[in-house]
């Protein structure tokens, strides 16, 4: 350890540390990108519970318009982002793989299918939702559910990369 005033190492200027090992650039890239993965894998299940409160409340009769079919089918994205979460620590690629496929699947095509089915109500805004026009809350959401998807499969898909570039140099 280096100390200020402490005793040095005769015949050492401080600068021989280039022949040391050095942690590989894919567990660098690994470590930087498995807590952006996280927050945004918790912020998906953030939003996954604002919306199942939705879901419930509409269903209960407490908020009007119920629930769309489409946001139904994306809650189950929350399936997926908790099998990322359990990736992260041990970086298993096939939870890893399982999240980046019903990620697609289960988030992204929902949100899709959001945006075709309340293009009618944009047009006619009959339905309000917190004060505004439901299409806007709803349009809002899906963007920010969509930002979340595409950062969500951005970092998964550069982590599977680290993760299997330390498989096949180990092979």
């Not at 929902?110 to 109500?121: K, Q, R, Y």
């Not at 969509?146 to 180990?170: D, I, P, Q």
Request: glycine share 10%.
């Amino acid at each position: 350890m280096a100390s200020r005033g402490g005793k040095h190492v005769s015949g050492s200027d401080g600068s021989d540390f280039m022949h040391r090992e050095r942690v590989a650039d894919h567990y660098l890239a690994s470590a930087k990108m498995k807590t952006t993965a996280k927050q945004c894998m918790v912020g998906h299940l953030v939003l996954v519970a604002l919306v199942l409160s939705h879901a419930i409340l509409g269903q209960l009769g407490f908020l009007d318009p119920p629930a769309k079919a489409w946001e139904k089918v994306w809650i189950l994205s929350a399936i997926p982002a908790l099998f990322g979460i359990q990736s992260l620590p041990r970086n298993k690629v096939n939870p890893m793989r399982g999240f980046f496929y019903g990620c697609i699947v289960l988030g992204l095509l929902p949100l899709c299918w959001g945006v075709v089915d309340m293009l009618p109500e944009l047009r006619t805004a009959t339905l309000f939702l917190f004060g505004h026009p439901a299409a806007y809350t709803y349009y809002a959401g899906i963007a920010v559910g969509g930002l979340l998807h595409v950062m969500e499969l951005y970092y998964s898909r550069k982590l599977l990369e680290a993760w299997t570039a330390a498989v096949m140099k180990r092979q």
